[in-house]
């Protein structure tokens, strides 16, 4: 019973993050943000690059914890994921 439970666990967190589209920085932008936010809080915006990265930045000084490069992958990832209209 143990193994089917923890064989299902990869398989709930994946649904968890389905209103976030596959793409490059998927995995850290998961790791990173859904720390304090739910993936419907991210993709309920459109904003550019320069929007998204005031945003992460704006995260980022309220300390969330990730390297600049990581920063960098996610403020990609969003603006091709949810791109400004």
């Known amino acids: 019973m143990t193994l089917v439970a923890a064989g299902t666990l990869p398989a709930l967190a994946q649904d968890e993050f389905k209103a976030l589209p596959p793409g490059e920085g998927r995995d ?6 859904s ?3 739910s993936p419907e809080v ?5 904003l550019d ?5 005031q945003i992460v ?4 000084n309220n300390g969330a ?8 992958q996610i403020v990609k990832y969003l603006a091709t994921a949810f791109p400004a209209n």
């Open 42 to 46: 991210v993709a309920q915006q459109q």
């Open 57 to 60: 930045d704006t995260m980022a």
């Open 35 to 37: 720390q304090c936010h």
């Open 49 to 53: 690059i320069a929007g998204w990265k």
């Open 28 to 33: 850290v932008t998961i790791k990173v943000c």
């Open 65 to 72: 914890n990730a390297t600049d490069a990581e920063f960098d």
